[in-house]
């Protein structure tokens, strides 16, 4: 099992960056597959980025390629999420998650270890 505590959401307005990071614990860090998924209000959760610790292989969903930048920290255990260029639509709960595993885990099915969720709101 492991541990995630995200923290870095807040309100923005369209244009403006943040960065979210999420923590763990109880688990080797080097072994994770590590996302971040992202949820507004009526709709699916969706992936926003995906990291392989061990190997920094990364994946982006379509809508944030470009603008938001996933990234990793071993000697603290924490994965990054670096949004630049925020809109509107970019608004919702946002989640960290994590697995082990030898696969690349995309869907959000895949994952059984969640953190809290941080809110991002960016205004027009």
């Known amino acids: 099992q492991v541990q995630l505590v995200e923290s870095g959401g807040g309100l923005v307005q369209a244009g403006g960056s943040l960065r979210l990071s999420c923590a763990t614990s109880g688990r080797t860090f080097g072994s994770l597959i590590m996302g971040w998924f992202r949820q507004a209000p009526g709709k699916e959760r969706e992936t926003v980025a995906v990291i392989s610790v061990s190997n920094g292989r990364t994946y982006y969903a379509d809508s944030v390629k470009g603008r938001f930048t996933i990234s990793r920290d071993n000697a603290k255990s924490t994965v990054y999420l670096q949004m630049n260029s925020l809109k509107p639509e970019d608004t919702a709960v946002y989640y960290c998650?994590?697995?082990?595993?030898?696969?690349?885990?995309?869907?959000?099915?895949?994952?059984?270890?969640w953190g809290q969720g941080t809110q991002v709101t960016v205004s027009s």
């Open positions: 998650a994590a697995r082990s595993g030898r696969a690349f885990y995309i869907l959000p099915r895949e994952y059984g270890n």
